[in-house]
């Protein structure tokens, strides 16, 4: 049977997707580096999509604010990517 991925979860899959891109277009291993732990946080917001509620796992910060507002800023590309998700989040949970 296959699985079925709620509204917030293919949003997220989206985001890593961008931030991905970001990394594969990295110069240096400090900005890779930086880049790998804003995908692993990424990461958890898809695991937080799956087993709990997304705005309560971020306790009042932004999704912007999770990732890393500064590495957020250094890569405009994925802005898009982070409204959706936040556009998604708030269509289908109490953000």
């Not at 509204?7 to 400090?30: M, Q």
């Not at 604010?65 to 998700?85: G, M, N, Q, S, T």
């Amino acid at each position: 049977m296959p699985r079925k991925r709620n509204p917030v979860g293919i949003a997220a899959g989206k985001l890593i997707l961008a931030i991905r891109k970001e990394w594969d277009e990295a110069s240096g291993e400090p900005d890779k580096a930086r880049t790998q732990r804003v995908m692993d946080r990424a990461h958890t917001l898809l695991q937080a999509s799956r087993t709990s509620s997304v705005a309560n796992f971020l306790d009042g910060r932004s999704v912007v604010e999770y990732l890393d507002p500064a590495w957020v800023d250094l890569h405009p590309a994925v802005k898009p990517r982070i409204a959706a998700f936040v556009a998604v989040l708030s269509e289908n949970e109490n953000v």
